[in-house]
């Protein structure tokens, strides 16, 4: 599993890439191969509000539809669009081409509550054992 070093992680398999007040969201490595071919989003819209643990949107792929739990809160200030056209961009590059959202956070320290690398690479080693 790819686990970027200048993300931070949730339990939800979010990453969150800190750009000073704003942010940008997407989906891990791990959990894009957990949902299979994603072959749907539904993002919020331009200034839309998000609330930290509130859906700000669905995935859907061929084995599971989802809500997406918001990392953060704050507003979101650009949706990609590319991957509402070809959402196959969340599997083929969950960290570039298939990020999701950018956000302006109400408050940057909000990012402490978030998963280092180290300790979202130890959570999902958990994840592996339990289902083998």
């Known amino acids: 599993m790819d686990v ?3 993300c931070l992680y949730t339990r939800d398999h979010l990453w969150v890439r800190p750009e000073g007040s704003r942010a940008v969201v997407g ?3 791990y959990y894009q191969e957990e949902l299979g071919e ?16 509130a859906s700000f949107g669905i995935i859907e792929s061929d084995r599971m539809v989802s809500d997406l739990t ?13 991957v509402i056209d070809s959402p196959e961009l969340v599997n ?3 960290y570039g081409d298939g990020w999701l959202v ?3 956070m109400d408050d940057s320290d909000q990012t402490e509550i978030l998963m280092s690398p180290e ?11 339990q289902e083998e």
Do not use: C, F, Q, W
């Not at 994603?38 to 509000?49: A, F, G, H, K, T």
């Open 27 to 29: 989906v891990t490595d």
């Open 38 to 53: 994603v072959v749907l989003l539904d993002l919020p819209e331009i200034d839309s509000d998000i609330s930290v643990s």
């Open 102 to 104: 950018r956000i302006e």
């Open 92 to 94: 083929e590059d969950p």
């Open 119 to 129: 300790e979202y690479e130890d959570y999902i080693s958990g994840l592996v054992v």
């Open 70 to 82: 918001a990392p953060l809160t704050g507003e979101v200030v650009e949706v990609n669009l590319d």
């Open 4 to 6: 970027p070093k200048n």
